[in-house]
């Protein structure tokens, strides 16, 4: 892939660098297997497993919204509970969801119409039929990313930084976003690239990542350092908050608020996962495919010792991980790593 922004071509780890993180299993045959890369790090930053290749560039996706949430809010804006939680989803559009939305742009005086992120339906079923039911279409507001947009508008509103052209990566908010994600990961982008929302997207190693995610999990809000203290308030908000994070019935929800762990997942099959001790899981499953991902990511946790092993295997009816034929179970997606 080449960045649009440099003359630098890379790729990310290939299959030979990758191990086998997860199968899919239907009426005792194998019939599918998600390759891929992770790595745990525990409670001092120390890596207490490593597998595949952890150290080659990969796109956070929306694992990044973190970063940028912290970005936002250290620029002076005051995020926090279900503000600041929003302001790092992948929401599913419910009428809850675009509520906060809204909510941080009317209070800070930006119009709709400035969020530049594309126009979409709401994940959710309920509320797409609904607008459908009342004759609306698609709309920027119901798209996943909305809740970032709007909290980057809002730093710019207030920061008297330009809204025409916030997404460009020459504009002073996603300047400082690069800063943050630097200060956080100890890396430099090898790459940058347009995100699906339209945003800046930039390039960090799975090592990278967990050492970023790791530092904004472990923030206090009463830190002397005042983006440390925000990433702190996000930190809180997210825990307190998992419903905003996806959406009623989602793995990044469902994980957050049965285990009280920090968790963002990503597209491409990026996730991240860190308990409150600080141990720190990201991964990436070579397909992009999302499905295995939470298994993978609370397992390597309950490996590590960082959650109870019983409340994993608790939670794991409700990841939507059955496979079924004609209806009935006849096998699971589970993780498969050693």
Known sequence: ????????????????????????????????????????????????????????????????????????????????????????????????????????????????????????????????????????GKAPVYMECSGKHAAMLVACQQNGWAIEGYLQPEHPLQKRILDVLERFTGERPLVSGVDGCGAPVHSISLTGLARGIARIATSKSNSPFAIYREAGFLAEAVRANGWVVAGPGHSDSIVIDRLGLFVKGGAEGIMVAAAENGTTVALKILDGNLRAAATVAVGLLADAGAIKRADVDELLPELGLTVTGGGRPVGEIRASYV
């Open 1 to 136: 892939m080449r960045s649009p922004h440099s003359n630098v071509t890379t790729e990310t780890f290939t299959v030979n660098d990758s191990v086998e993180l997860a199968v899919v299993e239907r009426s005792g045959f194998v019939e599918s297997r998600h390759a891929g890369s992770a790595i745990v790090l525990g409670t001092n930053g120390e890596v207490l497993r490593a597998l595949g290749d952890v150290t080659s560039p990969v796109f956070p996706r929306s694992a990044m919204k973190p970063f940028q949430a912290v970005a936002v809010m250290a620029s002076g804006v005051a995020l926090r509970g279900a503000d600041a939680a929003i302001a790092t989803a992948s929401h599913i559009g419910t009428p809850e969801h675009v509520a906060l939305v809204r909510g941080l742009l009317s209070r800070a005086g930006v119009p709709e119409t400035a969020l530049a992120c594309p126009a979409a339906w709401p994940i959710d079923s309920a509320a797409r039929d609904a607008l459908v039911r009342l004759g609306a």
